[in-house]
């Protein structure tokens, strides 16, 4: 249980934390989710590694998630241990040995995906395959991904037919995967990957029930504007009238950062101000770490003085973490009010994708303050 308030000012005002604060909004995660999941043409899993804090996980379910895409076994355990009827999938083509055993024989996964006649041969030693729906990777990258995530995973498309042969003679269910990427600002990337895959399904002697088209579903930040979701949703839903699916067939998607990022902000002190420059008591080895990656350069921010809004004038900072390491300063410059100081807080939003989960204690700075706030 976090503790409880009704807004950012009074959190500050009771604790003055010296240490990073992360604040879960519930209403925003409760509002955005359920449209999510009314507007997704098909069925909705979580990924779980775009932020596997209980809190968030549980809050994604009350608002009408009961599907979760799971990296790992401890994924699969904190999900099934914390939602017993929620359904876990285990989506990575390469496992750590005994753990697709282990997540059917202790949690009922059935379904687990593979991108390699090795990958059928090493599921079929753990798990019990005619009870199983195995998913085959078909690499497909567009452009417009800010990240490729058909470059490690995923088979080519041409190899497909093989793939799911072999997985229907195991007796498994044979099922389509694929991941146009993360952060794809273009919905054509769905239209595309959709097209492809009913390309390869026409080939195929048999009709399959499930299409994976994964996650990818970008988000706004500032500086990187992305159509709004409904435009995604569209194109999915022209684009897969093409797919030969079985009469009980259906689409599966695997958002993480389109359901992670919008009801969680950081809210971290000012430490220093050198002119134009302002040192933080968090960096990119905390909450900041996806900064130091290919995309967006920053988040929405907002300036607390006393436990009230500070308003004014704005110009732009550099903002430097608390570690020795030179990196560790936030690539894009940020908007502040030209007065903000020492002792002042900045809240930054809409950061609950890939942050908390891969935060670090390097140089022995680790927070984990995780408080609720009431208001919107
Ligand atoms: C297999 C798989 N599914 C889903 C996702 C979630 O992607 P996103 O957060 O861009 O929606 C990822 C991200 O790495 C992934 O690797």
Redesign the pocket.
């Known amino acids: 249980m976090t503790d409880v308030f009704a807004d950012v000012g009074h959190m500050l005002r009771e604790l003055r934390p010296a240490q990073p604060v992360y604040c879960i909004y519930p209403q925003r995660y409760r509002t955005w989710t359920t449209s999510f999941v009314q507007g997704f043409p098909g069925r909705v899993l979580y ?1 779980v ?2 932020n596997d804090d209980p809190g968030i996980i549980r809050l994604l379910y009350e608002s009408g998630v009961r599907h979760f ?1 799971c ?1 790992s076994l401890p994924e699969v355990a904190r999900v099934a241990e914390l939602l017993p009827d929620a359904t876990c999938y285990f ?2 083509p390469v496992r750590l040995r005994g753990a697709a055993a282990a997540a059917q024989q202790k949690y009922g996964v059935r379904h687990f995906v593979i991108d390699h006649a090795e990958g059928i041969a090493a599921l079929a030693k753990e798990i019990d395959m005619p009870g199983s729906v195995i998913f085959a990777r078909m690499a497909v990258h567009h452009e417009s991904a800010m990240s490729d ?1 058909s470059a490690k995973f995923g088979a080519p498309p041409a190899t497909i037919p093989s793939l799911i042969e072999a997985i229907a003679a195991t007796g498994a269910e044979p099922a389509l995967a694929f ?1 146009v990427g ?2 794809v600002t273009d919905p054509e990337a769905y239209r595309y990957a959709i097209s492809v895959a009913a390309g390869v399904m026409q080939t195929l002697p048999r009709k399959l029930r499930l299409v994976d088209i ?4 970008a988000m706004p930040y500032p500086g990187f504007p992305v159509p709004p979701i409904s435009e995604y949703f569209a194109a999915v839903r022209e684009a897969m009238t093409a797919l030969p699916l079985s009469e009980d067939g259906e689409i599966l998607c ?5 359901l992670a990022a919008p009801g969680l902000t950081a809210v971290v002190e000012v430490l220093m101000r050198k002119d134009d420059r302002l040192f933080i008591n968090d960096g990119v080895y905390g909450i900041f770490w996806e900064l130091r990656l290919k995309g967006h350069d920053r988040y929405p921010a907002a300036a607390y003085r006393d436990g009230r809004p500070l308003a004014g004038k704005q110009r732009e900072f550099r903002l430097y973490g608390p570690t020795c390491d030179n990196i560790d300063v936030l690539p894009g410059a940020v908007g502040l009010p030209a007065d903000i100081r020492a002792g002042d807080y900045i809240e930054f939003s809409r950061i609950g ?2 942050s908390l989960s891969g935060r670090s204690n390097f140089n022995g700075h680790y927070s984990d303050t995780i408080v609720t706030i009431e208001a919107d």
Do not use: T
């Open positions: 990924a590694k775009a895409d990296a989506m990575v995530l991941n993360s952060a994964g996650g990818g579903f695997e958002p993480g950062r389109a994708a890939y």
